[in-house]
């Protein structure tokens, strides 16, 4: 069964400092997302991705935060200067297609990332 | 604005007892719900989705979910639990203009006891 793969599972990085969280989506897949849930809190919606840019994005993607796909495969979410706050689970997902009720979300199971 | 309402941060119930967990939303329009369900370690899994239609809709793995409007719920629903069924359930809600912008809910953990 295909599925959208996420690495690295786990990172920790110091305040300050750039990561980059990668994702493969569903190969023949043409949207792709960015969720991301802080512990104990809700999962929320950061930024969706088509034809090579952004389609949407909320308020907590501010300009910290960049996505590409930089190849046909790989999706990534760069987050330029982490603070303490951007420490969360983060879920890719991709979808066949765009809007909702047309199709499923397929996600990742997460890149965790903690911010010392 | 939409969100989404889980009002059990935990259920524990018993292998082979019947669950109902509850989900209301706020939203103005016809709403598109969804449950999914996360496994340690796994992705957030699909369950099943409401569009329009029939109001009771049947998901993956056994489970059922009854969209009210008159109450602004989307309560999930196995008639018998497995073990394998201990996880985590959001459920969320999506507009028909969003390019998939879900919005989820707290979560319920649920546990299963032999």
């Known amino acids: 069964e295909p599925e959208v793969t996420q690495t690295p599972s786990h990172q920790v990085t110091q305040m300050g400092q750039e990561v980059i969280l990668r994702c493969v989506p569903i190969?023949?897949?043409?949207?792709f997302y960015w969720y991301r849930q802080i512990l104990g809190q809700k999962v929320e919606f950061l930024v969706s991705?088509?034809?090579?840019?952004?389609?949407?994005k909320s308020e907590i993607f501010d300009d910290q935060f960049s996505v590409e796909r930089p190849d046909g495969s790989n999706f990534t979410l760069k987050i330029r200067s982490t603070k303490l706050e951007d420490s969360a689970m983060y879920f890719c997902?991709?979808?066949?297609?765009?809007?909702?009720?047309?199709?499923?979300?397929?996600f990742g199971e997460g890149s965790r990332l903690t911010v010392l | 604005a939409q969100s989404v309402t889980q009002p059990d941060i935990h259920i524990t119930v018993s292998e082979g007892a019947s669950l109902e967990l509850r989900c209301n939303y706020s939203?103005?329009?016809?709403?598109?719900l969804f449950w999914y369900v996360q496994s340690p370690g796994q992705g957030l899994q699909l369950l099943l989705k409401?569009?329009?239609?029939?109001?009771l809709v049947q998901g993956i793995k056994g489970f059922e979910a009854e969209f009210k409007r008159s109450q602004s719920s989307f309560n999930l629903r196995k008639p018998s639990v497995h073990w394998s069924d201990a996880a985590e359930y959001f459920c969320?809600?999506?507009?028909?203009?969003?390019?998939?912008?879900?919005?989820f809910g707290a979560g319920t953990r649920l546990a299963v006891h032999p």
């Open positions: 997902a991709s979808s066949g297609r765009g809007r909702v009720g047309t199709g499923e979300l397929f």
């Open positions: 190969s023949n897949h043409l949207y």
């Open positions: 991705f088509y034809n090579n840019e952004i389609s949407e």
């Open positions: 939203y103005g329009a016809t709403p598109y």
């Open positions: 409401y569009f329009s239609g029939d109001t």
């Open positions: 969320a809600v999506a507009n028909s203009g969003g390019y998939n912008k879900l919005i």
